[in-house]
């Protein structure tokens, strides 16, 4: 009750823009394409579903534009911004154990750092499927990562030239791909402790971040 009624009466007060548009809508279908993602990631017979790859296409595509924004985008959008030393990390984590962390009117430290980790961990889960993916002929890969598993094996011994060319690239499609489960399962957790941090941040800064990333005002800093 006390929650509710503090967040309701920073929500009263006078409030100014933080996340443009770009951050706001990217950020939710950023959410939207990696659980469709993630859940479609059951392979059909043929490989993987067509929801699985062009969710994979649309994370990819976000993750790209987001990186972009954080060098031109408005000021609270950039990586100058909410990028800060593993020091502070830390102390702003231990100031927020102990209930009185400072505010900040873009991300945090630990916010910050959470954005780029995320960042990457999609970055990579989008980079690694690509490549499983053009090992099976298909998406823009396709072909590429043949002629490296080609060139790799190049200097195999004549005589088992032909066992390794059908051995070798299914052991290495599947470290591919193992890696590809491995960095979404990674990003999923990142997911769940980013939930915790904003319900954190809510309770203990006294406003909604949830509604903060919707309509992109915070109140302004004292």
């Not at 548009?21 to 469709?36: D, E, I, N, S, T």
């Not at 490989?47 to 296409?57: D, E, I, K, R």
């Not at 400072?102 to 889960?125: E, I, N, Q, W």
Request: charged share 15%.
């Amino acid at each position: 009750m006390a929650i509710s009624h503090a967040v309701s009466r920073s929500a009263r007060t006078p409030q100014v823009l933080v996340w443009d548009p770009l951050v706001r809508w990217g950020h939710w279908l950023l959410v939207l394409a990696f659980a469709v993602a993630y859940l479609s990631a059951e392979e059909e017979a043929g490989g993987p579903g067509a929801w699985h790859v062009w969710s994979g296409y649309v994370v990819g595509c976000l993750v790209v534009v987001r990186v972009l924004w954080g060098f031109i985008g408005s000021s609270h959008a950039r990586f100058r911004d909410f990028v800060y030393g593993p020091g502070q990390v830390v102390r702003y984590l231990a100031d927020m154990l102990t209930g009185h962390p400072r505010r900040y009117l873009g991300h945090s430290p630990a916010g910050g750092a959470m954005a780029v980790a995320l960042l990457a961990c999609l970055a990579g889960t989008v980079a690694t499927g690509l490549i499983a993916y053009g090992e099976e002929g298909n998406g823009p890969l396709a072909g590429i990562a043949s002629v490296v598993t080609t060139s790799a094996h190049a200097d195999e011994d004549a005589g088992s030239a032909s066992a390794s060319s059908q051995r070798e690239p299914k052991q290495e499609e599947g470290a591919i791909e193992e890696v590809h489960d491995v960095l979404a399962n990674l990003t999923l957790t990142l997911v769940a402790f980013h939930i915790l941090g904003v319900i954190g941040s809510s309770i203990v800064h006294r406003e909604n971040l949830v509604a903060a990333m919707v309509h992109g005002r915070k109140r302004p800093e004292a």
